[in-house]
């Protein structure tokens, strides 16, 4: 049974909305939202708005004004307790005369932890863990980034019923329908960077941008990155074009001539030297690392079958998988499936995955999925990333 009422859910479950508000406009910050109540009713709320914004409990603290004296605060992540872009909000918590703080998680910041114990320390009543998984979920991204210095990476595919994720002669658009597409949409706008192969960038010739859908206006686009081992797609494809999306990274073999490389330099793009593997790819492992170092706490993959094999066999990287799958059968051999490669030699060697959803997008099957070995809850390493 939960030490919590029905109430004190409901509060918390209302922040957690409120922090969802700041999908794609908070990075590199986490998600947060706060809600005070007194009395069994909410009297103030608030969520951070993004960088040198005030964060969420100091929002509903100015909303509630003298109201705050004696109330309980609910917000999904430990308050700061350091000065940063903003002042501390446990400082600003304690002044209010809040009584009690319900917070899911702790924050894994070094920097801006200790909040519980420097409220509990001034008189304040604590209480963590309060719908901790649901928060925990809210923020993988930031979560990862900051206990790993790597980016959460989500991999987004769509295919037939057969697995098949264009037709024999290549034609893909579109195999899913418009829900699904649009909910692919809703992840670009909230993810640092949107990264493809050089198959994809060729063949497509995609924006790789994200897209407003109903009433969301885009402060800002997302990275795009593309996989060119040897500096050979053309600078005329929409990537280059900063007209259609966010600023473009190119991440190439350290081998490349360095006057290729300048030469996209010279247009005002980002070119990333990056160790090969012992067969002569990209390292994945050595991209991540180096997403992570610039502040890229999010990656969506967009694979071709090659890179996708790559990303979830080779060289797993992935955290989060979104397949769609449309009511439709395309068939044959060779034509191209969701996860191309080599294949494996055993069932031994698979690589599991714990379905965590399954919905539907429209007419289109969605599966949500963790890969083996992807982010997990109450996971940590040392720290790379502040």
């Not at 406009?25 to 914004?53: E, F, M, T, Y």
């Not at 304040?124 to 991204?141: H, I, K, P, S, T």
């Not at 074009?241 to 490389?261: H, I, K, M, R, S």
């Not at 991540?288 to 502040?295: N, R």
Request: charged residues 20%; proline residues 8%.
């Amino acid at each position: 049974m939960t030490r919590w009422t029905p109430k004190q859910l409901g509060f918390m479950k209302d922040a957690i909305r409120l922090a969802r508000r700041g999908w794609g406009l908070v990075s590199p910050n986490p998600l947060v939202g706060a809600v005070l109540a007194k009395n069994n009713r909410p009297i103030a709320s608030g969520w951070h708005r993004g960088p040198g914004q005030p964060h969420a409990e100091i929002m509903a603290l100015t909303e509630a004004g003298k109201k705050a004296q004696g109330a309980e605060l609910y917000v999904n992540l430990e308050p700061c307790a350091h000065t940063g872009r903003t002042g501390p909000c446990v400082e600003a918590i304690v002044e209010a005369g809040v009584k009690k703080v319900f917070y899911s998680i702790d924050d894994p910041n070094e920097a801006a932890r200790g909040g519980a114990a420097y409220l509990e320390s001034h008189g304040v009543e604590v209480d963590r863990g309060l719908m901790a998984y649901e928060a925990w979920e809210l923020n993988q991204f930031f979560l990862k980034w900051t206990t790993a210095g790597l980016p959460f990476v989500i991999l987004k595919t769509a295919a037939s019923l057969d697995g098949k994720i264009s037709s024999r002669l290549g034609d893909s658009r579109w195999i899913t329908d418009k829900p699904a597409r649009n909910f692919g949409h809703v992840i670009r706008a909230g993810v640092d960077a949107i990264l493809i192969g050089r198959t994809t960038a060729f063949k497509d010739d995609p924006e790789l941008s994200a897209r407003p859908w109903g009433k969301r206006k885009m402060h800002r686009q997302p990275w795009r990155v593309v996989l060119d081992p040897h500096l050979k797609l053309p600078l005329t494809l929409k990537i280059f074009n900063p007209d259609y999306g966010g600023p473009t990274a190119v991440a190439c073999l350290e081998e490349t001539d360095p006057a290729d490389q300048a030469k996209i330099r010279a247009l005002g793009h980002e070119v990333w030297p990056i160790a090969k593997t012992p067969s002569g790819l990209i390292s994945l492992y050595d991209l991540m690392a180096k997403l992570g170092q610039v502040q890229i706490q999010s990656v969506l993959l967009e694979p071709g079958a090659t890179l996708a094999y790559s990303a979830l066999v080779e060289q797993p990287v992935v955290d989060l998988v979104h397949i769609f799958l449309a009511p439709i059968f395309l068939g044959g051999h060779d034509t191209p499936s969701m996860v191309g490669g080599s294949g494996l030699e055993s069932l031994s060697q698979a690589k599991g995955a714990e379905i965590l959803k399954i919905g539907r997008k429209g007419p289109d099957i969605h599966l949500m999925v963790r890969p083996a070995g992807g982010f997990s809850p109450g996971e940590s390493s040392p720290s790379g990333a502040n």
